[in-house]
């Protein structure tokens, strides 16, 4: 295992932590998250997640000034081990200002995302 | 709701503001210089006057405005008025109710006279994001959105700095997005004072 590898896995939320590797991608999501521009809070807990986020298809079926948040799964194929990578930020237009990265490692959001 | 034409600035509030305190210090320099040429009675005379002056040219605006803004909240509130997106800019307030399709507003320069108008008096609503330069000069110092009520025209800055930022920074996306979403709610009032009317 070289050691860039490793360097890389320290950086990178979609490598996987024991490997050192690159994770698969399981499940993408889009969410909206029903908060206005300029009042984020930024919340770590799971049950937030899971009450206040909506499913949408695409990115332009979010009203303008509401968040979006945008749920991988990564799965190692080496070592079975999980993440939910959840990606909090702002569609403006074209551009994307990403407001927060999250991730969950023990399985936290499994049941809702289902 | 009022029909009145709106009026963004009060120019008698404004040359008030301005020429009232220099009446007083001058008055006050005059008492000095004719009573009170030494002493305690000239320090306070020269000094207490011109202090007051300058904490009301830099405060007194703003206190005056956010006193008159919390009164405007509240008479909306018991008249009915549902806000359902308020924006707080430097030189204006603009509350909106769209499902009665009207807008309150009132202005930093004009803080005693309210407007609560008939968002089918808006002609147009737009978004200036403020983009000027080019390559890697491009950049933006202010985003704002617009809309003209009776032939005048209201901006409301979402973002103003001294400095120019990318168009793709953080604070002018920010700025963008608070303005689309205001333009959007502007239209959907207009949209909903259009139907109330037929």
């Given amino acids: ?114 | 709701m009022n029909d009145k034409k709106i009026k963004k600035i009060n120019f008698l509030y404004l040359i008030g503001y301005i020429v009232f305190p220099i009446l007083i210090c001058t008055l006050c320099y005059l008492l000095s210089a004719v009573y009170f040429p030494k002493g305690t009675m000239a320090v306070i005379l020269i000094m207490v006057p011109t202090l007051l002056s300058i904490l009301w040219w830099i405060l007194g605006g703003s206190i005056i405005y956010k006193i008159n803004k919390k009164k405007f909240e509240r008479e909306l509130e018991e008249s009915g008025f549902e806000r359902n997106h308020t924006f707080y800019g430097k030189g204006s307030t603009v509350t909106i109710d769209v499902k009665r399709g009207e807008i309150g507003l009132l202005f930093f320069w004009n803080p005693f006279e309210k407007f609560v108008i008939h968002a089918s008096r808006i002609s147009k609503a737009w978004v200036n994001d403020g983009k000027s330069g080019h390559g890697f000069m491009e950049g933006s110092m202010r985003v704002s959105f617009l809309f003209i009520v009776d032939d005048i025209k209201v901006r409301v800055d979402t973002f103003t700095s001294n400095q120019r930022f990318r168009m793709d920074s953080d604070y002018i996306l920010t700025g963008i997005s608070k303005a689309d979403m205001m333009v959007e709610i502007i239209n959907q009032a207009r949209v909903s004072a259009h139907k109330n009317e037929k």
């Fill in chain 1, 1 to 114: 295992m070289s050691i860039i590898s490793k360097i890389k896995s320290v950086f990178h939320d979609d490598w996987c932590k024991n490997c050192h590797c690159e994770m698969e991608v399981t499940k993408k999501q889009l969410y909206m998250l029903p908060e206005l521009v300029g009042n984020y809070i930024s919340h770590q807990n799971k049950e937030y997640y899971k009450n206040n986020l909506i499913k949408v298809n695409k990115k332009s079926d979010i009203p303008t000034g509401y968040y979006a948040c945008g749920i991988t799964n990564y799965w190692c194929s080496k070592c079975s081990y999980k993440i939910t990578k959840l990606t909090i930020f702002l569609p403006v237009r074209n551009e994307e200002k990403i407001e927060e990265i999250i991730v969950f490692k023990n399985g936290e959001l499994d049941d809702f995302l289902k």
